[in-house]
């Protein structure tokens, strides 16, 4: 199945200026998932990983790219309750804070 999403989120803890309007495609398919972004940094993440259901509760975890030069690959998560979300995000090495949003879906 194909989804189409636009996700406003809000970073906390960090201490960049960030990007807070992600146009979001993704496909999923028995609970395999792989799509792209507009992220944080201004920039298109493509990612692939796998998604945990039970009732109105989510958690994604796989691999994305777009964030860092160094690691042109990283590892992400993110918990999901019904359109909300939260994930954390690491911040050059040093900083850790969390980015919570919510996802229109189409």
């Known amino acids: 199945m194909i989804e189409f999403a ?29 799509g792209a972004y507009y992220n ?8 692939a990983g796998k998604r945990w259901e039970h009732n109105q509760f989510g958690f994604e ?6 964030y860092d030069e160094i690691m042109p690959v990283a590892p992400y998560a993110r918990a999901t309750y019904n359109n909300l979300f939260i994930a954390p995000a690491p911040e050059n090495g040093k ?3 969390v980015v919570i949003g919510y996802e229109f879906k189409w």
């Open 61 to 66: 975890l796989g691999a994305v790219t777009g």
């Open 40 to 47: 944080s940094m201004n920039r298109v993440s493509f990612y």
């Open 6 to 34: 636009l996700a406003l989120s809000l970073h906390i803890g960090l201490e960049g200026d960030y990007n807070e309007i992600h146009p979001h495609i993704r496909y999923n398919e028995q609970n395999y998932i792989a």
């Open 95 to 97: 900083n850790t804070g």
